[in-house]
């Protein structure tokens, strides 16, 4: 045993299930509440699980007696027993804050409290239909309708769209303890994963979570087209958030906001200190669907694909919308995971009856060359280079961005480009080419030069203004008007890590070649006076 | 249940855990024979099991009845039983590949007679004193004389290194089944995995692994400082030797010659297409040591270590040299992983009383970065861009090949260059300066051109020779004389993916720019006048 301490879990469901994943390469003994052969008890075999509801309190009682520190794969759980028992054994995180929690009404009361933004909202308790009529004047319509608790997977949410569904509303959810949130339009929403330990508050990285019927159906990680600054804010917010409250463990924390204490993601590195995820890569929920099998099957056809990490929760009975597992595929850039997972997500869609129709997404797979010039005059002579780019599949930007025309401009893009998915930068320019060199001075991204002939002395004035960089911020320059080399250079250059890429050029090159000896043989066949007659020369 | 087939496995130990791990994602029932509690059992809560052992036939017998395929986790079973159930039960691989690899001179034997390379060996059964005698006048000393069977982590096996030990190699090994072989003098030892399937044999990458007291110590994917042939020839050698056995399942083998099948290691992808590894990693086994927790220890300082994956095997008793787990390094690079493993092995060598001493690995980092050069007279000209590379931590390497004087090496190393670890080349010339052109046009990695200013023309010969290169094949230039940008340039490429390289880049830049501003801040203390005299120059 590596460690002698025992931990308990209300909860034995995906979560605790991962938790144990990971627990059992720790070899550290995991205790669950819950009934027999839940998804948790199945891969961890010992005497020490408790059978029983983690909402009943003698079973809390029991778990607790048995070990050395109690946690949770849920907040729904029974925190006056939590509460009770803390005197004996570590709860974590604090009852208190498991407390705070359940309540959404109350967690987002206690996040404002602690200076944390959240969408505004209203108690609606006791309040009936009089309370939504005036919510629905003061936020306008429309807006969210909520239970204050057991509310998760869009149960017990309710969208209030104009004054004629209050009624429909009431009906909905008048039995439960209600508030109003004022609708937030939002374009995407980001999630982080908070780990709590006593030496502080860590983040994993941001990723994008995709809803479909308010269950998630995917994340990516990274997120898709957004920039460092905005996924390092979304840290922030779920590192302040987290941070306001009592409590070790591993919390997950979407800024929409939901906050829920959740094992790691079994995608993420089992170590404690690395915060890290295994990307680019994409989840995919398996539900439970039409058929007892419908996720059986989807599973299956993920066997045939090669980047694909599949995980089953051992959940026995596969009602619709059940969370039975889901799907990880990992690739060298997010754009190949989005390729590889589209079949399951298709599969996914058509067993629904979704009808395919035309693709929605991907939207854009994130440019990896920004190809910049000094003005559209330059865009004849990048012609040819954008062309090999199309050609050998690399995603790619063109800008107008003139270093002396619009300077600050340049600036601003030249600081954040490394920040962003770009890896290489095409900058084309004529007379005294300062683009790529004063880009090259505000990133390190390799910077290619692309010296543009212009109206005296024939290019050199632009070769030499890119070639002779001071010692600091080199320009790779390739020849005067040649944009198909620089194109090939910064395809060379992504090929440097990416396999694929570098295959694409090769065979590429390979064509080339090819091209040249057939027309030896030609040239040989035909004599130079055919062939020079052929080439319209003789 | 996502398979309702159910598998039973001989053997519950390290390797069978690391099956049921993959097996519990999919959601399939592992039956393990195997004493209770055994490190798979542990993983695995259901009534499938059966206890006793792997070597008892009625044992065997009552797994193969509860299951509807059977396989092992070590070889050292019994395979007539394994005979009489095949006809009632699917047993893979087959009982007659476990019967030949048990006996490790008929599994030569067998090899031999397949077409497969192996070490020269000889029978020595019955033979006694004088037949290990014959052998060392046959074979020279040293030889190997090893057990036929149960020998594994250097048991049953006994370096003869003169004719003097023939008496103590019989009194340790003599009532043994025994064989000798001829002395192999290796640089490495590389493994393969290779997993046989309905559809054919598939292979992992090669890994190279690193034993100490004749138990694997280390194993690094992919191997240090080897080419991409050898790594595929070690490759191609495992598949014809397991494609010579009867069967399917996943099978370790290395060249050294040493066939078990064995689960796969718990770094691959579950996925059963993709035969990748995480790369670049590193694994250290995890031994029990001089005390009861020397191997907790282990685990515990590896909590420090951000990219480490630990895995503990749940084994009750740790025996000194017992495997009780392994840690997993995984990092951006192979240096890197090293640089984070090797507080690690220190630990574990200063267990053991090793002394640490003058470090012995790692030896060389392979390089990222070739600098060629047409003459050592351009040599002086590169320091400056050398001492950037060293100063940033990227490994290179600096290579005397003239395009003109020795067109067939440049040839050869160019071709070769995109199967290494190099990512960049930077070619350095003057005059009619064709070497990083020709370079260019024999590899697909990106080639930097820096221009070296030769007898006549200042320069602009080299320079245009290389920014002029036709369109298809670019050399990337930079100013004449300007190894530092040239060097500067590659790092940027490595930067492009390497966001380490890239921040230690960063900080470079930003001390260039300190630098700067306190010289101009001086200059405006203490005026022109002053500062030129600073400089000598007034």
């Known amino acids: 045993m590596a460690d002698s301490r025992k931990v308990g879990v209300l909860g034995g469901g995906q979560l605790g299930r991962m938790l144990i994943e990971a627990a059992n390469r720790l070899n550290i003994q995991v205790n669950v509440l819950d009934a027999a052969a839940s998804p948790a008890k199945q891969i961890s075999a010992h005497e020490g699980h408790i059978e029983g509801s983690f909402k009943d309190a003698a079973a809390v009682k029991k778990l607790a007696q048995a070990c050395d520190v109690v946690t949770v794969e849920i907040e729904h759980v029974d925190t006056h027993m939590l509460e ?67 509310a998760y997977d869009g149960r017990g949410n309710f969208v209030v769209k104009t004054a004629d569904d209050v009624d429909a509303a009431i009906k909905a959810l008048g039995d439960r303890p209600l508030y109003a949130e004022r609708w937030a339009n939002f374009r995407m929403e980001l999630a982080v994963m908070v780990v709590k330990t006593k030496d502080g508050v860590l983040t994993f990285p941001t990723v994008e979570t995709v809803h479909e019927d308010s269950i998630c159906k995917l994340t990516y990680a990274p997120p898709r087209n957004v920039s460092k600054a905005t996924t390092e ?95 990880t595929v990992t690739a060298p850039s997010l754009a190949e995971a989005e390729r590889e997972i589209q079949p399951l997500v298709d599969f996914v869609d058509s067993q629904k009856g979704k009808p395919l129709g035309p693709r929605t997404g991907p939207t854009t797979e994130a440019p990896l060359v920004a190809v910049i010039m000094g003005s559209d005059s330059d865009l004849p002579v990048l012609k040819a280079g954008l062309q090999i780019l199309e050609k050998l599949q690399v995603p790619f930007t063109v800008r107008i961005t003139s270093a002396h025309r619009t300077p600050d401009w340049l600036r601003e893009f030249s600081k954040k480009a490394a920040d962003s998915e770009l890896r290489v930068i095409i900058g084309a320019a004529g007379g005294a080419a300062h683009l790529p060199g004063m880009c090259a001075s505000w990133t390190t991204l390799p910077v290619i030069g692309l010296p543009v002939k212009a109206t005296h002395m024939d290019g050199w004035d632009s070769l030499v203004s890119m070639t002779q960089m001071p010692r600091g911020e080199p320009v790779a320059t390739v020849g005067i008007n040649n944009s198909t080399n620089a194109a090939l250079l910064a395809v060379r250059i992504l090929g440097a890590t990416d396999l694929a890429v570098r295959e694409r050029l090769r065979v590429w090159m390979e064509g080339n070649e090819k091209e040249v000896l057939r027309k030896d043989r030609e040239l040989l066949d035909q004599g130079f006076e055919k062939y020079l007659k052929g080439m319209g020369k003789w």
């Open 84 to 150: 009770e028992v803390a005197g004996e054994v570590a709860v974590e995180p604090s009852w208190k804050t498991l407390r705070t929690i359940k309540d959404k009404y109350a967690q987002k009361e206690y996040l404002k409290e602690h200076g944390v933004d959240v969408a505004e909202s209203e108690d609606l308790e006791g309040k009936g239909v009089e309370g939504l009529k005036a919510v629905g004047e003061r936020f306008g319509y429309p807006f969210m309708l909520k239970s204050k608790t057991e």
């Open 233 to 327: 804010r979304a840290q922030q917010l779920a590192k302040k958030a987290i941070g306001a409250f009592e409590g070790k463990g591993v919390f997950g924390h979407a800024p929409s906001p939901s906050t829920m204490p959740t094992s790691a993601p079994s995608s993420t590195s089992p170590s404690p200190s690395a915060l890290r995820l295994r990307e680019p890569s994409i989840m995919l929920n398996i539900l439970g669907g039409k058929t007892p099998d419908s996720h059986i099957q989807v599973a299956h056809k993920a066997y045939a694909s090669p980047n694909a990490s599949i995980h089953l929760y051992g959940k026995g009975d596969a009602r619709p919308g059940r969370k039975m597992g889901h799907i």
